[in-house]
């Protein structure tokens, strides 16, 4: 299957232009100073969340901060999920400018690391999906229980503090091109500066008091960005570790039901890597897919369009002959 990164990928197979400018801080290595950035963006908002049962328990969660939490966690999701991956990495809908900036900033806001990083690493993740040169794959150190163990701690989390390895010039040359979408990646710290404030200040101005933007802060940033993170991080793990696996992929990705609603729709993985630019992931009956969905209505407000939505016909004939094998 040929995917828009294989085809951006052998474009600029013949000859790298290393002299384009780097679309995100610190180039094509991670710095010092980035690694401890990130270490700041995953360590703090999940000391959050582990402190989030106790203290629910202790002190509770107002209706005002669990609203916070939910609106900025799909906010973002969505960012993520529409924006990030089904729009700017597989091209699986045209968008009009507008809805492109805002997909692209809402993406930002789930601080999940700058756009066109984003992209490059997706692309070649889809180029040599479970195999070598795969970015995050969990069967990097073989197949046996301790290597998939190792694996998956490295799919999940330990992947990002790996020296970089993706040419962002390389795999989302056609965001680099584009000066608002590099300007918003390279704006990411200040997309996370608004993320983490805006449940706060909206917290603080409600209840008129610094103790109502503290638990505002607490869930509707701390918690959100760590369950998020989690989220997105266990597509590629888990859905690269079990799963149904009902459509024929040339990877190990597979459908994980009980992550569908919490990854707008991503955990339908197995769909996906056998149709990488079908703008719709969970294609079965009763499969939830809050992405699509909300594609469906950008294309009937006219925002979005050009949508690659799939046939029966294109379904069935990724289909497996035999019965759905699971991990």
Same mark, same amino acid.
């Given at each position: 299957?040929?995917?828009?990164?294989?085809?951006?990928?052998?474009?600029?197979?013949?000859?790298?232009?290393?002299?384009?400018?780097?679309?995100?801080?610190?180039?094509?290595?991670?710095?010092?100073?980035? *690694?401890?950035?990130?270490?700041?963006?995953?360590?703090?908002?999940?000391?959050? /969340? /582990?402190?989030?049962?106790?203290?629910?328990?202790? #002190?509770?969660?107002?209706?005002?901060?669990?609203?916070?939490?939910?609106?900025?966690?799909?906010?973002?999701?969505?960012?993520?999920?529409?924006?990030?991956?089904?729009?700017?990495?597989?091209?699986?809908? &045209?968008?009009?400018?507008?809805?492109?900036?805002?997909?692209?900033? $809402?993406?930002?806001?789930?601080?999940?690391?700058?756009?066109?990083?984003?992209?490059?690493? @997706?692309?070649? +993740? +889809?180029?040599?999906?479970?195999?070598?040169?795969?970015? +995050?794959?969990? #069967?990097?150190?073989?197949?046996?229980?301790?290597?998939? $163990? &190792?694996?998956?701690?490295?799919?999940?989390?330990? #992947?990002?503090?790996?020296?970089? *390895?993706?040419? *962002?010039?390389?795999?989302?040359?056609?965001?680099? &091109?584009?000066?608002?979408?590099?300007?918003?990646?390279?704006?990411?710290?200040?997309?996370?500066?608004?993320?983490?404030?805006?449940?706060?200040?909206?917290?603080?101005?409600?209840?008129?008091?610094?103790?109502?933007?503290?638990?505002?802060?607490?869930?509707?940033?701390?918690?959100?960005?760590?369950?998020?993170? @989690?989220?997105?991080?266990?597509?590629?793990?888990?859905?690269?570790?079990?799963?149904?696996?009902?459509?024929?992929?040339?990877?190990?990705?597979?459908?994980?039901? #009980?992550?569908?609603?919490?990854?707008?729709?991503?955990?339908?993985?197995?769909? +996906?890597?056998?149709?990488?630019?079908?703008?719709?992931?969970?294609?079965?009956?009763? *499969?939830?897919?809050?992405?699509?969905?909300?594609?469906?209505?950008?294309? &009937?407000?006219?925002?979005?369009?050009?949508?690659?939505?799939?046939?029966?016909?294109?379904?069935?004939?990724?289909?497996?002959?035999?019965?759905?094998?699971?991990?």
């Amino acid at each position: 299957m040929t995917t828009r990164s294989d085809v951006l990928d052998d474009a600029r197979e013949a000859g790298e232009d290393t002299s384009a400018p780097s679309a995100t801080r610190g180039g094509e290595s991670k710095r010092s100073i980035e *690694q401890l950035a990130l270490l700041l963006f995953i360590t703090v908002p999940f000391l959050a /969340l /582990l402190a989030a049962v106790p203290l629910a328990w202790g #002190w509770g969660v107002s209706w005002l901060d669990l609203g916070l939490m939910v609106f900025m966690y799909y906010l973002g999701c969505h960012g993520i999920t529409i924006g990030f991956h089904r729009y700017f990495t597989h091209g699986s809908f &045209k968008a009009k400018r507008p809805l492109r900036i805002a997909l692209a900033v $809402m993406g930002s806001m789930a601080v999940e690391g700058p756009l066109v990083r984003w992209v490059a690493d @997706h692309r070649k +993740h +889809h180029k040599f999906s479970d195999a070598e040169g795969d970015p +995050h794959s969990p #069967w990097r150190f073989g197949e046996t229980l301790p290597a998939l $163990m &190792k694996g998956l701690w490295w799919a999940h989390i330990a #992947w990002m503090f790996d020296e970089e *390895q993706t040419s *962002q010039e390389k795999y989302a040359p056609d965001l680099i &091109k584009d000066p608002a979408l590099r300007r918003v990646s390279r704006d990411f710290v200040y997309w996370t500066i608004l993320s983490l404030a805006i449940p706060p200040l909206v917290g603080g101005l409600v209840t008129m008091s610094w103790w109502g933007a503290f638990t505002a802060f607490f869930w509707g940033s701390l918690v959100r960005v760590a369950l998020l993170h @989690h989220v997105t991080w266990s597509i590629n793990s888990i859905c690269h570790a079990v799963g149904k696996r009902p459509f024929k992929s040339r990877d190990k990705s597979g459908n994980v039901w #009980w992550l569908a609603v919490l990854s707008c729709g991503e955990s339908w993985h197995n769909l +996906h890597h056998a149709d990488p630019t079908s703008a719709r992931h969970g294609v079965m009956r009763g *499969q939830i897919d809050s992405s699509a969905r909300l594609i469906r209505w950008f294309e &009937k407000a006219g925002w979005a369009y050009d949508v690659r939505w799939p046939s029966a016909d294109r379904i069935d004939s990724r289909r497996k002959s035999e019965p759905s094998e699971a991990a």
